[in-house]
């Protein structure tokens, strides 16, 4: 007779060997989840709610307790928001130098005739520091001297999906964590009734780009480290609310009952993903209590709401952006916020408004918001695209620009970075980064720094390496634009 696979007497095979090994790491996670709950209680009664961090994180004081990342998803050109070239005006229609665009990458301009494309709008000098901001963005100038932007950003990926890949995981390689997930799993959550990682979507412009689930996976982590979707219209989360006839009394009797199943399982196979199973179930509890407090904004007065220019429950960016907030107050360690509609292969002048309509001033407000609540000195906001547009003309449904992935700009605010500031530069056209280059690794490394964590010294052991979320390449903390 084949031995039963639950029977622990039996010789074990190389996988149920590698599964034990692991249990380590499982049984730690699940007790921390559980701290507060009668299974740890005795063990752990003294510890704050929330998601432990792991063992030895973070490395030294964080400046930072939480992130959150506004994507504008297609890939803003900063050539109509904070990258002014003078002389690629003077240029406009004229042939494109091939000393600049000879051997480089180009998506859909390849082997066509490329000409200069100049700025569709007026650029303007403001706050403090000067920092040149377009008149596509007046919310945005109102808050210059809160932002640092980044004019020299470099990445690797010259399509949507794997330069999607590229900013969030760091590598194009699919199937590996995202840098909310490294953070999630790395520092823990200062709340156990909501997800530590949360993602918010919205849409409005032109040709918007799906974005793929595995952008806020975990990879090779435990899978309870991963992103949770917030839906923008409806419930949250589905199935948040209780089927009719079933109490909360009567709910938490049914997941007790599961966990207690789950955790005689787990004692038999030792696999860490059982206790990823437990946590989900506990957690789909905590958030059928504390997300329906969450998504009402009655307690919002009408002055937020306006300044936001949020309509609660509408799927809008600008409700993303409240929601943001709130998620910010209870303790949710990583917000990201995409917004899809900014590939602007076409009539570029026309979606650069409705994209900037419909974000520029809830940007505004969520900066202002935190700040006035005492909240931005612990928040790093990332603003940005998966990658910049061209500075040639891409005449497809009209003038429009392409992918480009040699220079474009982002920007940070808050926790100790130096608002009013620019960074780096690009040439006098536009097409290469040459002063003080900063690549999305070196992103990535500044941010965990900001968080506490030495990026060279943040690893999991994964197929016998030890994994990184800024890779083998050298990554550096940009440490010029923090104060």
């Given at each position: 007779m084949n031995p039963s696979p639950f029977d622990l007497s039996v010789e074990q095979s190389r996988r149920s060997f590698l599964s034990n090994v692991g249990f380590g790491l499982g049984s730690t996670a699940l007790a921390s989840l559980l701290a507060g709950d009668?299974?740890?209680?005795?063990?752990?009664?003294?510890?704050?709610?929330?998601?432990?961090?792991?063992?030895?994180?973070?490395?030294?004081?964080?400046?930072?307790?939480?992130?959150?990342?506004?994507?504008?998803?297609?890939?803003?050109?900063?050539?109509?928001?904070?990258?002014?070239?003078?002389?690629?005006?003077?240029?406009?229609?004229?042939?494109?130098?091939?000393?600049?665009?000879?051997?480089?990458?180009?998506?859909?301009?390849?082997?066509?005739?490329?000409?200069?494309?100049?700025?569709?709008?007026?650029?303007?000098?403001?706050?403090?520091?000067?920092?040149?901001?377009?008149?596509?963005?007046?919310?945005?100038?109102?808050?210059?001297?809160?932002?640092?932007?980044?004019?020299?950003?470099?990445t690797e990926q010259i399509n949507h999906d794997p330069a999607h890949t590229f900013m969030n995981t760091g590598t194009v390689i699919s199937g590996r964590p995202s840098m909310g997930?490294?953070?999630?799993?790395?520092?823990?959550?200062?709340?156990?009734?909501?997800?530590?990682?949360?993602?918010?979507?919205?849409?409005?412009?032109?040709?918007?780009?799906?974005i793929a689930s595995r952008q806020?996976?975990?990879?090779?982590?435990?899978?309870?480290?991963?992103?949770?979707?917030?839906?923008?219209?409806?419930?949250?989360?589905?199935?948040?609310?209780?089927?009719?006839?079933?109490?909360?009394?009567?709910?938490?009797?049914?997941?007790?009952?599961?966990?207690?199943?789950?955790?005689?399982?787990?004692?038999?196979?030792?696999?860490?993903?059982?206790?990823?199973?437990?946590?989900?179930?506990?957690?789909?509890?905590?958030?059928?209590m504390s997300v329906p407090e969450l998504t009402d904004m009655s307690d919002e007065p009408q002055s937020v709401l306006d300044m936001y220019g949020a309509t609660p429950g509408d799927g809008s960016y600008a409700s993303n952006c409240l929601l943001a907030r709130r998620l910010a107050e209870r303790g949710v360690r990583f917000i990201h916020l995409y917004h899809r509609g900014w590939d602007h292969h076409g009539d570029l002048k026309k979606f650069m408004g409705v994209c900037t309509g419909l974000t520029d001033k809830p940007t505004y407000a969520l900066v202002q918001d935190l700040k006035q609540r005492g909240m931005l000195e612990d928040t790093l906001i990332v603003w940005g695209g998966e990658f910049?547009?061209?500075?040639?003309?891409?005449?497809?449904?009209?003038?429009?620009?392409?992918?480009?992935?040699?220079?474009?700009?982002?920007?940070?605010?808050?926790?100790?970075?130096?608002?009013?500031?620019?960074?780096?530069?690009?040439?006098?056209?536009?097409?290469?980064?040459?002063?003080?280059?900063?690549h999305v690794r070196d992103l990535h490394a500044t941010m965990l720094h900001l968080l506490g964590i030495d990026h060279n010294h943040f690893s999991v052991k994964f197929q016998g390496l030890d994994m990184k979320l800024t890779g083998v390449e050298p990554a550096r903390v940009v440490k010029e634009v923090l104060a």
């Open positions: 009668a299974l740890a209680a005795d063990s752990q009664a003294s510890a704050p709610a929330g998601i432990a961090a792991q063992p030895g994180l973070p490395h030294f004081p964080s400046r930072i307790k939480r992130v959150i990342f506004l994507c504008m998803s297609g890939g803003p050109s900063q050539f109509e928001t904070f990258d002014n070239k003078p002389e690629l005006s003077r240029m406009d229609g004229q042939p494109m130098p091939e000393s600049f665009t000879a051997g480089q990458p180009i998506a859909q301009l390849q082997g066509q005739e490329l000409r200069c494309l100049g700025a569709m709008t007026k650029f303007k000098k403001y706050g403090a520091g000067g920092v040149e901001i377009s008149d596509f963005l007046p919310w945005h100038a109102k808050m210059a001297d809160d932002i640092c932007v980044i004019r020299s950003m470099t997930a490294w953070v999630n799993y790395g520092l823990g959550c200062e709340t156990n009734e909501l997800p530590g990682f949360v993602v918010l979507s919205s849409v409005g412009g032109r040709n918007p780009q799906p806020w996976g975990t990879g090779f982590l435990p899978s309870r480290y991963q992103g949770v979707e917030f839906s923008s219209t409806g419930d949250p989360v589905s199935y948040v609310r209780n089927p009719p006839g079933v109490s909360v009394g009567q709910q938490r009797q049914i997941v007790d009952a599961v966990a207690q199943l789950n955790r005689g399982r787990l004692d038999k196979l030792q696999d860490p993903e059982i206790a990823t199973r437990i946590s989900a179930y506990e957690m789909a509890y905590r958030m059928q910049g547009r061209t500075p040639m003309f891409q005449g497809k449904g009209g003038v429009g620009r392409d992918h480009h992935i040699k220079g474009f700009s982002m920007w940070m605010a808050g926790g100790p970075v130096k608002g009013g500031t620019t960074y780096g530069a690009t040439d006098e056209l536009g097409y290469n980064a040459v002063q003080d280059v900063v």
